[in-house]
Structure formats: structure tokens, C-alpha cells
């Protein structure tokens, strides 16, 4: 007899809320099958290396080879992944994951030369080769992509050289990982029930919630006074990575490492810039924003650790999953019936592993390989979170869906550029229904508030980050140091700019830059507040237009990775590389404030 409360085993699951991983091998013995003939594959390859440029027919045989293999170790390495998140307990898939793992790096290590030899071969010859050979008509935009990138491509000499740094450039993010993670400790603090709690990571997010104002202020102290102790040490560290980013993007002749950064995706800096200025030209908003928390958390002062804590009380909303099924149904109604058949059909085919289990993996997600289905991964409980991370997930699994029923494989992966569009478009789709069914004044203010605070962290937040980003890495390529003083003095005053003159900007939070692992991935951020923008302006045609969106919108959805992202947005109906999209979704956070703000008001 299972102990009331703790989690089932997975057997316990029912059924109907597992995911059929049945569909990519029917069992194991499959899974190994492919396994051995993977293994056999990537010693094929061997033999076209140093003969890509030799024949056309050779080019083409080696793609496709190369296509094949990297389909099968997808398929291989996937099923095996989403075998062990089942249950991480299971020593069968561990080994699984484990072979997997070490078969794909090897995989990866047998296809390093295709690259180089191909950006080897001189263009006319490569051109020739494509007029000799139909079949590289399939490989058009991949082999001009290469081509896009070969002035930035250094003699192989220099590239091995490049190589063999590549470990040791990553010690200041290796460094940080292991100082933030492993070494750092932050003081106790008493929670709301006077018991002495540690303040950790994964915590901190859950006392900056607390209703007790005064747990809110101890875990911020708590967490800012250990930052500050090494400060010194993360400073240099974190220069050290800027420093790694500006090294790289002068030896292979960029202009600056943002447009290194940039390059990849085919981002002129001007989207970058763009970003940064329409959401300053949009500040009032965020400040009118800090404003009214203030006032809906009766404060005379509000500060920096204010900015998380709800402000709508709790409102009980028990949605069990059947419901939240049906909700997200209605909620995407508005992209049409094909779309509505298809994700019902997934649901009721094994695309869903719905409830969490003891050793499963925790989160959610959508993967799948190619030739398959895709799948989503929850851990569902009975609340509109879930709801919306279901909206959410589906969004990412449709996108692979349309992706992978369009494209033939070495296009079916969309970037990361694109990759949030489709998941958020769900779930402002799913907002929209929510804010026009909904008539309870309490369940309003509560997804208002929800709304209003991705926007908050996605849009304001992130750009603030890209904004700190694109400071620091100009500071070192003008020869600045930096400085834990420069560093503090130029994240201060974006948080003044950013939260407006009623917000305290408490002292602590000058050194905020010094926690956020995403700096040492340089400009990342950003794309999340692209993607956001993108999304909720597509949300709002495809309610405005109807028919006509959505049908732009499912044709974005087929293409995959065929084209630019900033191409496949604006056939989609929106074009990144002006400002509009960010200010229609900033216009809409300033219609939401005003909907709130009517709500508390009464009026």
C-alpha cells in the first residue's frame, strides 16, 4: 500500500496519462538495432573524407549520409533520454542514456570534417557541382548559409588551434557554475512561521513570494551578502567572458562581439538596438506598473524585493487536467480546425506524459524525433500554471509537428530564434479566452497579474539584461575594465531607468549582474523578448484577421528551419526587423495595466 501523499510509481499511472514511446521502437530490441547500424553509419562516412569537393556525386552522397545518420541518432538518443525521465531510478535506461550519450559523441566527432572540407572547395566549383547534381537542389539554403559564413571561417590551421581552446575559454562560465552552485552559501533567515530556513537557489524565488514583507527583505539581504563577499572574484570572472566573446569576434573579423553573436541567426544589430530603444521609449508603462504594485501591496515604499510577491491574494482555482485539456482546446479554437484535430488527436494518442511519478524527471517539456511525433513531458497539478504550461508545451510540439510532417530533415529543426513563437502565441491565445469568459472580478485581477508579470520578465527584464550585455562588451572593447564599481554603477542605473522614480533601488541590487548565468552566454536574452513580441503581435492578428492570419501563422509553422528567422516571421505576419512588433505588444501591456487598474479602482 502506497503512503497517503507520497508519489505513485510509475506503474501506478494510468495509462491514458503516459506517453507512447511505443511509437518510436516497439521495444528495446529495437532501440539497439539501430543502435548497431548508427555505429555502423558513422564508419561509412570515413570514407568520403578529404573527397567532398571531388565529384558532385560524392558531395551529394555524403549529405545524405550525413542526414541519415544524424535521423537515427536523434531517434536513438531521444528515445533512450525520455526512456530514463520515465523514472532516473532505472538502471536499464541509465545504461541507455549513458551508450547514447557516447554513441552521438562520436557521431558528432565522425561528422566534424564535412563542414570545413565543404567551405574548402572554391566557389566555382561548388557551383558547378550544383548545376551538374539536381539532388544539391535539396541542400540550396544549406550550403549558402555555409558560404554566408566563410569570410568569418579562419585557414584549418587556425580553426584547430580554435578547437583546442574551446575548453579552456569556457573556464569563467565553468568557474561561475561551480562558485554559484557548488561553493556559495547564503545566511538563514527566519520564514513566515518563525522557523530558520536556508536560503538557496532553488528557495529564494519562493521567499520572494512570501506575503511577509519582512522574509522578502531577509532573503534578499541573505542572498546579496554572499555576492558581495565575491564580488571581486565574479567580477573578473565575468570580465574574463566578455573578454572571451571580444577576443573571438576579432579573430574571425567581426566588427563587434554583438554582431558576432547576431551573425548566426542572419540578425542585423539594428533588431538588437531596436529592441533596446522601442522598450525605453515605453518606459512610462513599467513605471505606471511599479506604481500600482505599490499601491495593491498598500506600501509606502517599495523596493527591489517587492517586485515578485502576487499582488491579487490567492484565489482557489482547482483545474484538473481533463479540465485544463478542455480549456486549452477552446482557448486555441481561434487557429482553426486542422490545428484543434491534430493536438486533440495527440492528446488522445500517447503525445502527453501528464502526472509526475517518484524518479521522474521534474519540469516540463516537448521533444520528440524526427519521423515520429513529438511528445510533451508534465508534471501536472490542479492549477492555471499548469494550464498554461500545457498551452505552453503544445505550442513547441505543434510547431515539431507542422515542421516534421513539411520538411525533409535537415530543415526540420527550427532556431532558437523562432523557437518560443509558437509556445507563446498559445498562450496568449489561451489568455484572450480566459480574460473574455471569465467574469469573477477576483479570477480577472489574478490572470492580469499573471499577464502583466510575463510581460514584466520577458519584455522589460530581459531587455534590461541585453541592454547590461551590450554596455559591458562595448566597455571592453573601448579597453575599459571592469571594474565590481563599473559593473554596479552601470546596473544601477538601468534599474533606475527601468522601474521609474517611485521604485527604492536598493543598494544590493547593484549586484544582481553578478548571479545571472545567462551573461555567460552572450546575447541570449534577448530572444526571449523578441520572441515574446513576435508572438503577441502574431496572437493579436490571428484574433484581429482571422482566416487569413491563420493561415500565415500554420505556414511559419511548416517551415522549420528552411529559411531566416527574421524571413519566417515576417511571412508570418510580422517583421522583426522593424520596431513594430515590440510596441504592439508593449501597447498591449499598457492595455492590460489599464483594464487592472480600472479593477482596482472599482470603477
Avoid at 256 to 284: H, K, M, W
Avoid at 307 to 334: C, F, H, N, S, T
Avoid at 417 to 435: G, I, Q
Wanted: proline letters at 4%.
Amino acid at each position: 500500500m502506497r503512503k497517503s501523499g507520497s508519489l505513485p510509481s510509475r506503474q501506478e499511472i494510468p495509462g491514458q496519462y503516459k506517453w507512447q514511446l511505443e511509437d518510436i521502437y516497439p521495444g528495446d530490441e529495437a532501440w539497439e538495432r539501430d543502435f548497431a547500424d548508427l555505429q555502423k553509419m558513422t564508419g561509412e562516412i570515413e570514407a568520403y573524407r578529404g573527397k567532398l569537393g571531388d565529384s558532385a556525386q560524392n558531395l551529394l552522397d555524403a549529405l545524405k549520409l550525413e542526414d541519415q545518420i544524424q535521423e537515427i541518432n536523434e531517434k536513438v538518443y531521444t528515445y533512450a533520454r525520455m526512456r530514463r525521465d520515465e523514472d532516473n531510478a532505472n538502471p536499464v535506461y541509465q545504461a541507455l542514456t549513458d551508450r547514447a550519450d557516447s554513441l552521438s559523441t562520436r557521431v558528432e566527432t565522425a561528422l566534424s570534417f564535412t563542414v570545413p572540407e565543404i567551405l574548402a572547395i572554391p566557389g566555382e566549383t561548388l557551383e558547378r557541382f550544383r548545376q551538374e547534381e539536381p539532388g544539391l537542389a535539396l541542400y540550396s539554403f544549406a550550403l549558402e548559409e555555409l558560404l554566408r559564413q566563410k569570410p568569418h571561417v579562419l585557414t584549418a590551421a587556425e580553426e584547430q588551434i580554435i578547437a583546442q581552446s574551446g575548453e579552456v575559454m569556457q573556464s569563467p562560465a565553468n568557474v561561475f557554475r561551480m562558485l554559484n552552485n557548488a561553493d556559495m552559501t547564503f545566511p538563514p533567515i527566519l520564514d513566515d512561521q518563525g522557523n530558520e530556513v536556508e536560503v538557496t537557489h532553488g528557495r529564494y524565488t519562493q521567499l520572494m513570494e512570501s506575503k511577509n514583507r519582512r522574509v522578502r527583505k531577509d532573503a534578499f539581504n541573505s542572498l546579496y551578502s554572499s555576492y558581495r563577499k565575491l564580488k571581486n572574484t565574479i567580477a573578473t570572472t565575468y570580465s574574463s567572458s566578455v573578454k572571451k566573446d571580444v577576443f573571438y569576434s576579432g579573430v574571425r573579423k567581426y566588427r563587434s562581439a554583438l554582431q558576432s553573436s547576431l551573425f548566426g541567426d542572419n540578425i542585423p544589430v539594428e533588431v538588437y538596438d531596436n529592441l533596446i530603444q522601442t522598450v525605453r521609449c515605453n518606459l512610462g508603462a513599467m513605471h505606471r506598473y511599479v506604481s500600482l504594485r505599490k499601491k495593491m501591496l498598500q506600501l509606502d515604499e517599495i523596493h527591489m524585493y517587492d517586485l515578485y510577491v502576487p499582488m491579487v491574494g490567492e484565489v482557489k482555482w482547482d483545474i484538473p487536467y481533463d479540465e485544463a485539456v478542455r480549456m486549452v482546446q477552446e482557448g486555441l479554437a481561434p487557429l482553426g480546425k486542422e490545428y484543434a484535430e491534430t493536438m486533440s488527436a495527440g492528446i488522445g494518442s500517447g503525445w502527453v506524459d501528464v502526472y509526475e511519478n517518484r524518479g521522474k524527471t521534474s519540469g516540463a517539456y516537448s521533444w520528440g524525433p524526427y519521423g515520429v511525433h513529438p511528445y510533451i513531458l508534465m508534471n501536472y497539478q490542479d492549477n492555471l500554471n499548469n494550464v498554461f504550461t500545457l498551452a505552453h508545451e503544445m505550442g513547441h510540439a505543434m510547431h515539431s509537428y507542422y515542421s516534421d510532417r513539411t520538411q525533409p530533415y535537415v530543415y526540420s529543426h527550427y532556431t532558437i530564434f523562432t523557437a518560443e513563437v509558437a509556445s507563446t502565441v498559445n498562450e496568449s491565445l489561451l489568455m484572450n479566452y480566459f480574460l473574455d469568459k471569465v467574469t469573477d472580478r477576483d479570477k480577472k485581477m489574478f490572470l492580469l497579474n499573471h499577464y502583466l508579470e510575463q510581460f514584466r520578465g520577458t519584455i522589460y527584464r530581459q531587455t534590461m539584461f541585453a541592454e547590461f550585455e551590450k554596455i559591458t562588451h562595448q566597455k571592453v572593447e573601448e579597453g575599459d575594465a571592469l571594474t565590481p564599481e563599473l559593473l554596479g554603477k552601470i546596473y544601477r542605473q538601468l534599474n533606475v531607468d527601468y522601474y521609474g522614480p517611485e521604485m527604492v533601488v536598493d543598494e544590493d541590487i547593484d549586484l544582481e549582474w553578478a548571479r545571472i548565468p545567462h551573461f555567460y552566454t552572450a546575447f541570449y536574452v534577448y530572444k526571449y523578448a523578441t520572441g515574446f513580441s513576435a508572438a503577441t503581435a502574431l496572437a493579436s492578428r490571428i484574433m484581429k484577421e482571422g482566416e487569413a492570419a491563420v493561415s500565415r501563422y500554420l505556414s511559419f509553422l511548416t517551415r522549420g528551419g528552411s529559411d531566416y528567422p527574421l524571413h519566417l516571421l515576417k511571412g508570418a505576419g510580422v517583421d522583426m526587423a522593424t520596431p513594430q512588433p515590440v510596441q504592439e505588444a508593449l501597447s498591449l501591456f499598457g492595455q492590460l495595466l489599464d483594464q487592472m487598474e480600472t479593477l482596482v479602482s472599482g470603477t
